[in-house]
């Protein structure tokens, strides 16, 4: 009996066990049971970490990552020394940046050179598995007051059109207000151009990201032939989307217009242009050639109408009812001197006023600098008396030598720009000159002598902030000089942004392995 009751004592206590397992079991609260689904998948790592350095401070940024659910924040961590090895770590505090894409360090000894690396994590505290690419800079106050400590959100804003512009008669740049992608299959769908005046569409054949945009703000796009001087209006559809995939808006901010450019592709007018033209043309001068035309000398390669005669109005300057006539006008083979042939001019004063003209960049010409003074040319100094016996004496060469061709000024540090021209091909050329300008091309300095041959210059020492305007003239054994060629260049400013990417390290070792 003894052990009958021991056995069904053991009995019952087991049942009872067993009963209150399955009853704990089904009994568990449904915020339990959606716990055992938590979210364990951490943030992509992070990419594209950047670095700009000031005075005692660095400004970092990077892109948006990406989570299944959701990135909450990003981690800074940093230290005095590079972290290669696996499982390395950065000895300074983590800096918890929160949920934004740039962030002000601030507090930062001068001189001391400093590592960065970035991790994401989300609302359930899963952390990016490896460091984002390293970066380091020493601050230093030459680099110039940090900015004011503004953390950008991370990026919930639509991409914008900034600009459009023709390059040549059959290729288009749009520029956004950020780095943008294009979509993966037919993007040229996401583009609509129309004439502004005929309503007719002007039809996009290819687009490609600009190879020259390294921020990949910037889209070619290739077109049917335009029509010269015509207005166009670019549209971008919904298709295209920003890095974060945030869609191009629908209304104002998805539209530009541009004119239609009358240059071929691959003509020499298309070639080495400064980066980020932004200099509109000017009127150089004007002169007159004869009885019944006139030179009109610009800054750059000029883009005329397909109308061209209407770009010009020639009037005496004492009396603008006064009018000549234009007949024809013609551009030479350098793009930057225009050819009028007009009504016969009389011996007075006349104004020519330029509008309508573009640059290759799509800069029209500047108002405050589109006109010129010439006097008119009767021919009557060249007639010669018929009961004249005896020869005119040889007064030398009476035409101005040939100018250069191409002229381009490009940036090659905040203290140094690169000039180059082709030669004339003016065999009697025996020297050329350049001349340099700070207050608009207003002025000039002495000038330079070149030499006949050289068709670069590199000029050093030059003043960071400051527009320069350089006009370089060829000059024949005569002593007669050309009318020269100008082009101008404004260098960017030391202090802000100017430490950007000073010392990053990024190309080592592009992900390491965080500590766990």
Avoid: C
């Avoid at 059109?161 to 740049?173: G, H, R």
């Avoid at 001087?229 to 869609?247: C, F, H, K, R, S």
């Amino acid at each position: 009996m003894q052990k009958t009751a021991a056995k069904n004592k053991v009995f019952f206590y087991l049942v009872s066990l067993v009963l209150a397992l399955l009853l704990s079991v089904s009994f568990v609260p449904k915020t339990h049971a959606q716990g055992l689904e938590a979210d364990i998948t951490p943030p992509d790592d992070v990419e594209n970490v950047q670095i700009e350095v000031y005075d005692g401070a660095v400004l970092l940024s990077w892109d948006v990552a990406t989570d299944d659910v959701g990135v909450a924040g990003y981690k800074i961590y940093s230290g005095p020394e590079t972290v290669t090895a696996e499982g390395g770590e950065y000895s300074n505090d983590v800096i918890d940046a929160g949920d934004v894409i740039e962030y002000l360090v601030e507090g930062l000894e001068n001189g001391e050179e400093v590592f960065f690396a970035v991790t994401a994590y989300d609302a359930a505290g899963n952390e990016s598995e490896n460091y984002s690419n390293e970066v380091n800079g020493t601050p230093d106050p030459s680099y110039g007051e940090a900015p004011a400590p503004q953390h950008a959100a991370a990026d919930e804003e639509a991409p914008t059109v900034s600009d459009a512009s023709a390059l040549d008669n059959a290729t288009v740049q749009v520029v956004f207000s950020e780095a943008v992608v294009l979509p993966s299959e037919a993007p040229e769908t996401a583009f609509t151009i129309i004439d502004n005046a005929t309503s007719e569409s002007l039809a996009v054949l290819s687009v490609e990201m600009d190879p020259d945009d390294v921020l990949g703000e910037t889209v070619l796009l290739t077109t049917d032939p335009q029509e010269g001087g015509a207005e166009y209006i670019l549209t971008v559809g919904i298709q295209l989307e920003d890095t974060a995939g945030n869609p191009i808006v629908s209304g104002t901010s998805d539209t530009a217009a541009f004119i239609g450019s009358t240059v071929e592709p691959g003509s020499d007018l298309t070639g080495d242009l400064p980066e980020d033209d932004l200099q509109a043309p000017t009127v150089v001068s004007a002169v007159s050639l004869g009885t019944d035309s006139l030179q009109v000398v610009f800054s750059e390669p000029v883009i005329l109408d397909s109308d061209p005669e209407t770009n010009f109005f020639i009037a005496e300057e004492a009396d603008a009812s006064n009018m000549l006539d234009i007949l024809s006008v013609e551009r030479d083979e350098t793009g930057s001197v225009v050819t009028i042939e007009t009504t016969p001019q009389e011996t007075v004063i006349y104004t020519v006023i330029v509008t309508g003209v573009l640059d290759e960049a799509g800069n029209e010409i500047d108002e405050t600098a589109n006109s010129d003074s010439f006097e008119g040319n009767t021919g009557s100094d060249e007639e010669v008396s018929s009961d004249e016996t005896e020869p005119m004496e040889d007064s030398g060469p009476a035409l101005t030598p040939e100018n250069v061709k191409n002229f381009v000024a490009s940036i090659v540090s905040e203290f140094v720009v690169k000039l180059t021209w082709e030669i004339s091909e003016d065999a009697a050329i025996i020297d050329q000159i350049l001349y340099k300008s700070t207050d608009g091309g207003v002025s000039y300095d002495d000038g330079t002598s070149l030499g006949p041959d050289r068709e670069e210059l590199e000029l050093t020492g030059l003043t960071p902030g400051t527009s320069y305007y350089f006009k370089l003239t060829s000059k024949d054994a005569a002593g007669n000089e050309s009318e020269g060629l100008i082009t101008s260049i404004t260098l960017p400013k030391t202090g802000m942004g100017v430490g950007l990417l000073v010392g990053a390290s990024m190309g080592l070792a592009a992900l390491r392995r965080r500590k766990k």
